[in-house]
């Protein structure tokens, strides 16, 4: 990881500790608690991690100075059991417990059990979590300390008649929201009284999910916002400062994929106030450590309303630390320690702009569906830009596995510059250097998100994506070029397993033809089929290459067919590129990015994966718990009825019906796991009378 000395800030030196960490547990996993290890390696502090049965071997596990073993992979067995953790820390002489994001990291009961056993809880007291924790009891302080909240019922009558007459007082649209929840869960936009039933039922059964508590409250739902958040530090001396704003606002399912640093367009006014505002709030509940005050910014209005406060280091935190020149991690141990910030509000600037990119394992063009499977190659990008900064966290590697238990997010892809329009030219360069095979990603989506007009121009609102699907979200035709450079990956992988083989490109043969040689590729998109035919020109190592879409052949010349370094000359256009070929696909990895070509096989036509509906064969899209059945046999059903809601990945995913129909049996019940491809459903179609 890069070292933090881009911002500005007069830093003094640290006062003596009142307690000693030497030794930290960190009570979590993936890419923040490498994060946090590489940190505490460069403080001389030792680490110590805890681990899944499936990541015994993963990137923490390996980095960190001792291990301990907690469970089997779903969380409720593994990263949520904090009577071992506690007992873990303990048997290692760990003096303190980093608890990271997500996981035990705003859970109070935690957080006083640790305090209980004489553990230092990096993070808050128990008493801020509780108070923020809770959605409608932390808007009461916030009020109380002059802090704007938006309009809505946070009452404690949660009965659905009285949410019901709450909702139709206040209009819509109305967000409901889980009282404990956080990270988009438990969350739903209702545009109508009619709907309101069905999306309170979803809210809840999210937050029995995630949080164990199905209260909700509801809010008025800004339909033109920006998610703005304000990072504040605070120690156990009553210091608290703010670190300045971070633009949140392009979200999917209420879930952040791009964070900025600074918020674009807000004035030093505004900036100033809204710091303040956030300090108040945390010295409100008498906060300590690294916080996150969020507020949603009414554009029209330009107001701003307290949401929430995440009591913990945010996934975001690193273009705080771009710009500031601070490395959180090392104040949140420090302050731990007792020691006093080193430095005050008037000593902070802002140097430049960062951005981060979460690449995620899934699919933005079937609705974000969630993926898991195996890394089988990973290039990180490089800086290549002077004077920038390319940043990677990540907790996978290539030929590691992205598990179904847990959130899908591979890394987050950090940069910095001089100015926000550098930035996104440093982004987008990186994102065409960062190339991952084995599961779908979101990379191509990221890089149409920062290249579109809008966010080019620091103007997007949370409605950012589902504004602009038709440039975001549609997947573009491989190229010609692209289709060649898959067929030569194909050929250069026969070629080194095979060296002996006859042909053109045989050992002794590659590139001395004695006859005409010509092979068809059959590619397979979005269900069409195309084909590339290369055909021998009796030149050597020179071929034609023809497809459906081309309106003239294409002049290939190979150069190399070298492992990693494969080289073409395409209608004299260079192509330096790698392939990483495997089962009926390929993929292609050049400086302008990935792209995946399916291939048809030559013993089944492909195109219907595993987990894929197909006619009246519901199947489950990938292995997940059935949280809700709405039908029952001998039901009548029609193409997009929904069925059943499956929770994956940390996600809730419909299942629709493909077919027109009798719902002949249903295979599945609420808490029944399921694997990826199983089949939930069977409709019979009226033709089947």
Known sequence: ???????????????????????????????????????ARGMGVQTVAVHCDAESEGKHVQMADEAYRLGPPPATSSYLQADKIIEIAKRSGAQAIHPGYGFLSENATFAKACEDNGIEFIGPPASAIISMGSKSESK???????????????????????????????????????????????????????????????ARREAIAFFKDDRVLMERFIEKSRHVEVQVFCDKHNNGVYLFERDCSVQRRHQKVLEEAPAPGLSEELRKEMGETAVRAAKAVNYVGA????????????????????????????????????????????????????????????NGCSIEARVYAEDPYKNFLPGSGTLKHVTIPTQKIEGSIVRIDSGFRSGDEVLVHYDPMIA??????????????????????????????????????INHREFREGCVTTNFIGD???????????????????????????????????????????????????????????????????????????????????????TVRIVSLEKDNLVVVIDESRKTFNAVPS??????????????????????????????????????????????????????VKVGDDLLVMEAMKMEQKIKSTAEGVVESLTVKVDSMVNGGQVLVSIKSDDEE
């Not at 550098?422 to 994102?431: E, P, R, S």
């Not at 004695?514 to 092979?519: E, I, K, Y």
């Open 1 to 39: 990881m890069k070292s933090f000395t881009r911002g500005c800030v007069r830093q003094a030196r640290w006062a003596s500790t009142d307690v000693e960490i030497n030794k930290v547990l960190i009570a979590n996993r993936g890419e923040i608690a490498c994060r946090i290890i590489d940190t």
């Open 140 to 202: 009461l302080i916030m009020e109380d300390a002059n802090v704007p909240c938006v309009p809505g019922y946070h009452g404690e009558d949660q009965t659905n008649d009285t949410l019901q007459a709450a909702a139709d007082k206040m209009g819509y649209p109305l967000l409901i929201k889980a009282v404990l929840g956080g990270g988009g869960k438990g969350m739903r936009v209702v545009r109508s009284s009619k709907e309101f039933i069905e999306e309170l039922e979803g």
């Open 291 to 350: 916080g996150t005050v969020e507020f949603i910014f009414d554009v029209d209005r330009n107001e701003y309303y307290f949401m929430e406060m995440n009591t913990r280091l945010q996934v975001e935190h690193p273009v705080t630390e771009m710009i500031t020149g601070l490395d959180l991690v090392k104040l949140q141990v420090n302050v731990a320690r007792g020691q006093p910030l080193p430095f005050t509000q008037e000593d902070l600037t802002i």
């Open 412 to 449: 987050k892809l950090i940069v910095h510059a001089k100015d926000r329009a550098t930035a996104l030219d440093v982004m987008d360069d990186a994102l065409q250097q960062y190339h991952i095979v084995g599961i779908p990603t979101n990379i191509e989506f990221l890089r149409a998100s």
């Open 468 to 554: 602009n699907e038709g440039d975001l979200l549609v997947r573009k035709p491989a190229s010609g070029e692209q289709l060649v450079m898959g067929a030569i990956g194909c050929i250069a992988e026969e070629f080194s397993t095979n060296a002996s083989s006859s042909g053109p490109f045989g050992e002794k043969s590659f590139f001395r033809l004695n006859g005409p040689w010509s092979r068809t590729f059959t590619f397979v998109e979005n269900e069409a089929e195309t084909d590339l035919t290369l055909t021998s020109t009796g030149v050597e190592g020179t071929f034609t290459a023809t497809t459906g879409s081309c309106e003239s052949p294409m």
């Open 583 to 636: 089962g009926d696909q390929v993929s292609v990895l050049s400086s302008t990015g990935t792209v995946t070509l399916f291939r048809k096989s030559v013993d089944s036509s492909f195109g219907d994966v595993s987990g894929l509906s197909s006619g009246g064969r519901i199947t489950a899209p990938m292995p997940g718990k059935i949280t809700k059945v709405m039908v029952k046999t001998g039901d009548a």
